[in-house]
Nanobody, 123 residues
């Protein structure tokens, strides 16, 4: 069983900063990739940023240069530093992870989501 627990959302004024955290716990063998998605009301869930086990990153065009994704491998935690926030960044932010977990006498792939954390940026 694997769990993803997010924290760090909140209300901030435009131009401000927030830092989101997502910690993975459970029967983890290795983490292949972790990512942040967001979903605004009435919109589809979209990829914000992702980071692989080798440290490669990619970002949505809308956040490039303002957001930074990073990982702490020892803590199985991914962070999203969000700077120069804009009202358009308002959404529920979800953590996603592709993980290899222990299973019976071997292992298996697991992909799952955190519960989401609300980010609201006021103008």
């Amino acid at each position: 069983q694997v769990q993803l627990v997010e924290s760090g959302g909140g209300l901030v004024q435009a131009g401000g900063s927030l830092r989101l955290s997502c910690a993975a716990s459970g029967s983890i063998v290795s983490i292949n990739a972790m990512a942040w998605y967001r979903q605004a009301p009435g919109e589809q869930r979209e990829l914000v940023a992702a980071i692989t086990s080798s440290g490669s990153t990619n970002y949505a065009d809308s956040v490039e240069g303002r957001f930074t994704i990073s990982r702490d491998f020892a803590k199985n935690t991914v962070y999203l530093q969000m700077d120069s926030l804009e009202p358009e960044d308002t959404a529920v932010y979800y953590c996603n992870a592709a993980i290899i977990t222990t299973w019976l006498f071997g292992s298996r792939a697991w992909n799952g989501w955190g519960q989401g954390t609300q980010v609201t940026v006021s103008s």
